[in-house]
């Protein structure tokens, strides 16, 4: 009996050692070079870091701008749907409470049209809670109200599945964007940069 709760204890130790450990991690740094100061390796490493991080944007806007049909400026603003009052035999009746998602949605006002039919409708991004924390599409998942940001997104109406990537305007650098978002620079406040 004694061997056979040991052998049972065993299995399972076993079988929650395979599951999959789940977790945000960061990319490990780069190690030092043999003979290379602390000084020197974290200049190193801090250059290192912009330059990928400039060529990871400059692909990311590449990409964006190739595959959009429709290329717009919108504004974080403060909204939530109103409300209807419900009435029984004319009568109003308690109003339900409002349940708030968590994370809670942001909403978006287009201004202005670099490509696509315009449209002036609000649009809602949801952010979703996954094991690194809140997420969102883009730069948009610290949006504050009254940040600017260029979505890229695909033909029909504006939903959240229709959006390709949502960029910063402050971030934009691609020179066939620079002249339409440098009227809408320093607009809005700063987006806070992406964790490293």
């Known amino acids: 009996m004694h061997w056979r709760v040991g052998l049972l204890a065993c299995v399972a130790a076993t ?5 999959p450990v789940r977790a945000c991690l960061p990319m490990p740094p780069d190690p030092p070079l043999p003979g290379e100061s602390d000084a020197a390796y974290k200049v190193r ?5 912009r330059e990928r991080t400039a060529t990871w944007l400059k ?3 590449a990409d ?10 919108a ?9 209807k009052p419900r009435l029984r035999n004319g009568r109003p009746l308690l109003p339900r409470p409002i349940v708030i998602p968590y994370p809670a949605p942001s909403w978006y006002k287009p201004i202005d049209w670099f490509r696509g039919t315009p449209s002036r409708g609000l649009f809602r991004v949801d952010r979703t809670q996954t094991d690194c924390g809140a ?3 883009g ?11 260029i979505f890229f997104a695909h033909k029909g109406p504006l939903s959240q599945r229709a959006l390709i990537d949502a960029i910063a305007v402050d971030r934009i650098n ?9 009227k809408y620079r320093g607009k809005s406040p700063p987006v806070p940069a992406l964790p490293q």
């Open 15 to 19: 079988a929650l050692a395979a599951l």
């Open 45 to 49: 490493t801090e250059a290192l870091q």
């Open 59 to 61: 692909e990311r806007q």
């Open 64 to 73: 964006a701008l190739q595959r959009a049909d429709a290329i717009f400026v």
């Open 75 to 83: 504004r974080d603003i403060d909204w939530w749907p109103p409300e």
């Open 135 to 137: 997420m969102s599409i």
């Open 139 to 149: 730069d948009t998942t610290f949006s504050q109200t009254g940040n600017l940001f």
């Open 174 to 182: 691609d020179p066939a964007l620079m002249e339409f978002v440098a």
